[in-house]
């Protein structure tokens, strides 16, 4: 990832208050990550901190379209977004990552980056099937995979009529559904 101070948060110079900032992602955003997932988008975030003497409180919302490419028909679509994420950021003795969502730093921090937060978010926020529009409202073709699920120890091509050699007691389970 290059480096860009446009998404950093001097959080040296604030005040112990709420705090809004608000940040354009486009193509530039999006060029800044060496992947091919996200080529492009046009999304608009909006960052509330809330800061304290022992904590900062991150509150993401970001809304908007990126350009994805269909796992079908490889065609290029605009696949909405709406995100809502927290992360908390915490003074300690040095810096770690606690959680997916608690950083620790060390209380001399200047800035804090959040380009890749912000990328994350927006990528955790993509559905794991891309789908052009026009195949979202296809019928699946087996309707029954996802609401029934049967299970057998036969194989395909046994006989139903091969029943002298199992016990008398499991016939009437097979009856049950």
């Avoid at 065609?75 to 709406?82: F, G, K, P, S, T």
């Avoid at 040095?94 to 959680?99: G, I, N, S």
């Avoid at 959040?114 to 559905?127: C, E, N, S, T």
């Avoid at 006989?159 to 002298?164: A, K």
Wanted: proline residues 5%; contains cysteine.
């Amino acid at each position: 990832m290059k480096k860009n101070v446009e998404y950093d948060l001097a959080i040296a110079k604030l005040a112990d208050k709420t705090h809004h900032f608000a940040y354009e992602l486009d193509r530039a955003f999006f060029e800044q990550f060496d992947q091919q997932l996200i080529p492009d988008g046009k999304l608009h975030a909006d960052v509330e901190l809330i800061k304290t003497d022992r904590l900062l409180t991150l509150n993401f919302d970001i809304k908007g379209t990126v350009r994805l490419i269909c796992d079908r028909s490889l065609d290029e679509y605009d696949q909405d977004i709406n995100v809502h994420e927290q992360l908390l950021v915490r003074y300690g003795d040095r810096e770690l990552e606690l959680d997916d969502n608690v950083l620790q730093i060390t209380p001399d921090t200047q800035t804090l980056p959040l380009a890749q937060h912000l990328f994350d978010y927006i990528g955790l926020a993509l559905p794991m099937k891309k789908l052009h529009p026009r195949f979202q409202n296809e019928p699946d073709e087996n309707p029954e995979s996802e609401t029934k699920l049967i299970f057998t120890t036969r194989q395909p091509g046994d006989d139903d009529d091969d029943d002298e050699g199992t016990d008398p007691r499991w016939n009437a389970l097979r009856n049950l559904n």
